[in-house]
């Protein structure tokens, strides 16, 4: 496979063709926090920029240095970015040099790089992951953090460095490009929008690279086990499925695959469900199938999901509070040496509604809860398997039922999850193309010494060739949050819109899906083969979503 | 996807394509074990035929009444054997009918079937699962359950009667044919060889169907992981296969994948490996990579492995003498209400050995492996999440190793599981071209009146064309085991042959893999595309195994 991959010749949208006779005018000007504004002087007021083939007056062409670097969790199409920005430079400027910063943002502070060979780039155009350098986690927030990136990019003679990343590494690049500008280094920041969750996004940026292929992989998992689960007629299918904070993978996920029941996060949230509700919820359905001797089913979980569940918020918080070494308690907690003993103690001293929600769960997940804290001394929520967790207590529910009837209701769970498969398989071929045609207008952007914006594409649910490029202020996506009890600038997260048109297309069919099986299978992605299977992106983006 | 893949027309090898001029003729006589031959009295003596395209004498063509009957878990191919025999019956005589037994050989047992049309059947082609029909894993060994099938096809007038399924449901289809030829019933018993697991093979049957999907499928998953791995550089993702009894599938996904490691359970019986051992092995690993600052990696580990450990062995029979009511301690042991009490009552009541092995297990999979007992009180060892095991096992290993050196050696792992997204599957170009030539195959058989034959084909790892048909005596494939403590004539479970092709290849490279990383990533199956891409079945099946 990889070899065809690396041959493949992405299309380029017309406007970006011709990298010299690129013209940005304004296509909206930016309504910027005032709070905000003030922390980037340098970069505001702002708007985002159209972009269109048009005539530019001559510019010298000399040799571009361009720094890139990933950041995060890989994303398919990564490597397409690099491509892309590679080509572009060279095309340039065949004496153009692209910097490649290892192991993430960690190669930034301590510039450790490498420049990058045709043959580097050659060898991963369109194949997934980010292997060609790595990537990493590292936050780099505190000024003498960023100060090690200045001293970098001084050394390695800059004219621009491309972040590869998600909310907190473009919220970083935001701070980079003004702090750059405020010591008068040239060297322009150019972000790059990455998750496969798709929760950066904007007006302007439809959907971050990534989502496209992860979903799509995923789907190809979800609507084969559809099929399995109605040919064995004999068990229910959990699937948890990549999304902490936002649920649009699942969202797609389901419109692809139409399952018995997709839970979002966000209406669950909405609704102010909490853990026993959605028990009660599931069960439901379960006992509805088997009324038409129907013991199967499909079920869809995002895994933040128990995170936006009422009960379980206040549960957290509670837990939170409680396990902190100021709390009157800490010294009577701390003696209860034994894991079963500290849950009892816990259950016995924390609210009522708090304590029957943790009295839901099976002990040993419980027990877990209690054990494992994060760096902050906070419960670590995201460490529950919620499929695993809602199978064992649906199946309680349903044996609860069964005695109550006098009549056994069958329920047998299996549970799975979707998760780094989807984040380095080979990118689809929108994503390809997306991620080609981001990395050219990032050169594009460094050709033209354009800072601090983010580079995307408007239109990406027209055909390829009429994509219309955009650079979108990073500080444009920027408010405030409150992080570790501070008030901090941040790109939001963008949550699934219960008003947008992928959720409701999916309320509009998820009653249909629920006792009359319609699974869809997919099938794996292809890359050859009928256009109508190979070329459209996921429904999201079909249908013009941010 | 599935109307373009309902639209494709496999290629019909060229001895079958004219199904009224297959010839039979002996391709070798059959060597049967004489106990065996006596309760097949009308079945053997036997040999293996071969088919051929050559002139037969004119013979009249009646409609035919066909049976056909999905058994155990689904596979990848299921509907086109379906769609093979269906095409083959109707073009012989078009008010020939194929009737569709429901749920498995629960619907042959009480006569629940369908007569399936030509737009049920159009409806499946080329599609994954067993979702037309259902299926179940009901046995069919009691005599009076013998008499209820043939009941059956005596009440629908069959002229033969397909199963598809794996080794037991083939065993029963052999006892089916002496049955059915002792009470002078006409029916012909077709036998068709399905499992993904690739061990219901023999010298004249190369494969299984739904084996080559399934490994591609999974392939595709674990190629993905493998970039994933070598892009974050931070964790080791232990993988476990499906596959009980014989690795096959392991080895196959191993050879397309190139792991770091891959257990393959037939050589860890053989070399005696302990589970103490293999965790030391999978830690030197670790070490050896830590060493070269790698601190992720690949591990593959088939489902059946923990099995096949000498002292898990032993640990488990010594458990379900143990747990028999009959044993001396039992009263005492029922009197340990508590999990915990138990898991400690039974360490202090088994061999030192197996107290040693069982105190290696993190206590709540210990304590779940007393908890939960099959039918027949065994302990259900094929609960254990092998990849999470040993995760934990080896996490510990490397901390002890890290307290004992001063120094952390760092290790993250991830576990996974490739289980039912490769059941059902749309099956690959190979199995649908395999599958609707088996079909066929076994409609010539119906036309020929041929009983007792499991249908297959020689020469795979040749084009399609050239494949030869062959017709298998079901009790060639049978020998004797005991099960349940009684002598049963069953069908053999092939075993990964130490000595085969596949294995050797392995062999042969593994040692490569453990330290540089020499990741392969497939891909998704494509069903359109390079033909080197689409064409080809997996690496087992190229090599002529079997």
Redesign the interface.
């Known amino acids: 496979?990889?070899p065809?991959?690396k041959n493949f010749q992405p299309i380029i949208p017309e406007a970006i063709q011709d990298i010299g006779r690129v013209v940005f005018e304004k296509k909206h000007e930016c309504t910027i926090d005032s709070e905000i504004g003030a922390l980037f002087p340098h970069l505001v007021p702002c708007s985002v920029l159209k972009g269109a083939s048009a005539t530019r007056e001559h510019v010298e062409k000399k040799p571009l240095r361009v720094g890139v670097v990933f950041s995060g969790?890989?994303a398919p199409g990564g490597h397409s970015v690099i491509a892309g920005l590679f080509d572009c430079i060279k095309k340039w400027h065949a004496d153009s040099s692209l910097i490649g910063f290892l192991?993430g943002p960690k190669g930034l502070l301590r510039n450790i790089c490498k420049e990058l060979s045709q043959i580097d780039v050659d060898s991963v155009r369109n194949?997934?992951?980010?292997?060609l350098l790595?990537?990493g986690r590292t936050k780099i927030e505190a000024q003498e953090d960023i100060q090690k990136v200045i001293d970098t990019v001084k050394a390695q003679n800059l004219d621009a460095l491309a972040v590869i990343g998600g909310d907190d590494s473009n919220t970083d690049a935001a701070f980079f490009a003004e702090a750059f500008l405020q010591q008068g280094i040239r060297t322009c920041v150019i972000g790059l929008p990455k998750t496969i969750d798709g929760d950066l996004q904007s007006d302007d940026i439809p959907i971050s690279f990534g989502f496209d292929t992860a979903c799509k992989?995923y789907s190809?998992?979800i609507g084969?086990?559809g099929?399995?689960v109605?040919?064995?007629?004999k068990y229910y299918?959990f699937i948890r499925l990549m999304g902490r904070v936002a649920s649009h993978i699942t969202l797609e996920c389901a419109l692809q695959t139409h399952p018995n029941l997709a839970l979002i996060s966000e209406e669950a949230a909405q609704q102010e469900l909490t853990l026993k509700a959605l028990v009660v919820k599931i069960a439901d359905l379960v006992e509805e199938r088997a009324k038409s001797r129907i013991h199967y089913g499909l079920i869809l979980v995002p895994e933040g999901l128990v995170e936006h569940l009422v009960d379980m918020k206040h549960l957290i918080a509670e837990l939170n509070e409680f396990f902190a070494p100021t709390h009157p308690l800490a010294s009577l907690l701390v003696a209860c040496s034994k894991p079963g003993e500290r849950l009892d103690f816990v259950l016995d001293h924390i609210s009522e509604r708090s304590s029957a929600c943790l009295a839901l769960f099976p002990r040993?997940i419980a027990e877990q809860l209690l054990q494992e804290r994060d760096p902050h001394g906070n419960v670590q929520v995201s460490r529950i398997e919620t499929e695993r967790l809602l199978a064992g207590l649906v199946e309680a529910e349903i044996h609860l039922r069964s005695q109550k009837a006098g009549k056994e209701i069958p329920f047998v769970a299996?549970t799975?999850?979707c998760?780094?498969?989807?984040?380095?398989?080979?990118p689809s071929i929108f994503d390809c193309t997306y991620c080609y045609a981001l990395g050219r207008l990032a050169g594009i952007f460094a050709i033209q010494k354009m800072t601090g914006f983010m580079a995307g594409f408007a239109r990406l649910h027209e055909s390829f060739a009429s994509w219309e490029p955009l650079a979108v202020p990073l500080v444009s996506l920027l408010h405030f949050e409150r992080r570790k009890g501070a008030k901090k600038a941040v790109i939001q997260r963008v949550l699934v819109d219960l008003q947008g048109k992928p959720f409701s297309l999916f309320k509009n069919q998820c009653a249909s899906w629920r006792l009359t099986d319609s699974y869809?299978?997919?099938?794996?992605?292809?890359?050859?083969?009928?256009e109508e299977?190979t070329l459209p992106p996921c429904l999201t983006i079909r249908l013009g979503q941010g």
């Open positions: 496979m990889e065809y991959r969790g890989p192991n194949t997934g992951g980010f292997s790595g990537s992989v190809e998992i084969n086990i099929r399995d109605s040919s064995a007629k299918s040993h299996q799975g999850f998760g780094y498969e989807g984040r380095s398989a080979f869809q299978q997919p099938g794996p992605m292809q890359f050859w083969g009928p299977l």
